[in-house]
């Protein structure tokens, strides 16, 4: 016996309709989910897979085979959702190794930001036998000049000229039989913004590195030299005046004569 739905009637298991209120009644009698084939399968399972009671899957299951896609079928009695696919594991691991290698570059910045560091202190605030004026570059080139010390003129050489060290050597082995008795400033011009931004053109076209020159001057110096080694154009024991134009650069509060002047001296 089974009973109407809406009003309640009971009714005989053949009746597909009620007598009383005339709603539909579902024939259930020759049906039987336990004699049914496949037993509890669901015909919505494309798998065939046997589904608990209660699963998570069976709801979506009910919706469709393209709702069943997203899941993993191997797992019998419900399934895990797939959240994680191949692109997505490779982009993690690819996001990992960036963090690393960011991690690298930085050190390698920040260790090479150190070692410049104390670079710079030890060449240009510890080294105190750099010049600090223009007054004493002056002396240090009379100085090496009149003791042959390749070591005071690489002094007052600008570190843009290449190989300073073998620069100051083949300058003196140049001027080697002259000595300078006494100098003195004649004439001295403080060199212009203008003037300064086309020496350092310049310079950057000489040698291609950049003169970051703060301020500069230019001075006729008179030297009374002496002839110390007989040559072809001199006898030893000659004196002589020589009036030189010299200019001296401040680059980070030291002064060096700048690479011309010393070149363009005419000793003969």
Known sequence: MKKCPMCGVSLEDHVTECPECGCPIADT???????????????????????????????????GDDAYDDYDDSSVGGSIPISLTRTDIEGDYSSRRKGKIGKYIFRIVLLAAVAYGVYYLITNVFTSDRAKSYDEALE???????????????????????????????????????????????????????????????????????????????????????????????????????????????????WYLQVDSYENIDYN
Do not use: C
Request: proline share 3%; aromatic share 6%; charged share 30%.
């Open 140 to 254: 240090y080139f009379v100085e090496a000049v009149n003791n042959d010390d390749a070591e005071k003129m690489e002094l007052i050489i600008p570190k843009y000229v290449k190989d300073t060290s073998k620069k100051a050597k083949d300058y003196l082995e140049n001027i080697s039989m002259m000595h300078i008795n006494s100098y003195q400033v004649k004439d001295l011009d403080k060199l212009s913004k203008t003037e300064v931004e086309a020496l350092q053109d310049a310079i950057k076209l000489e040698t291609g590195e950049t003169a970051r020159i703060k301020e500069a001057y230019g001075m006729t110096v008179e030297l009374k030299v002496t002839v110390e080694e007989s040559s072809s154009q001199y006898v030893k024991g000659t004196s002589m005046l020589l009036t030189p134009y010299m200019e001296f650069i401040n680059i980070n509060n030291k």
């Open 29 to 63: 009698s020759g049906f039987s989910l336990k004699n049914s084939p496949g037993g509890r399968k669901k015909s919505g399972n494309p798998m065939g897979k046997t589904i608990s009671s209660g699963s998570g899957l069976t709801d979506i299951l009910r919706e």
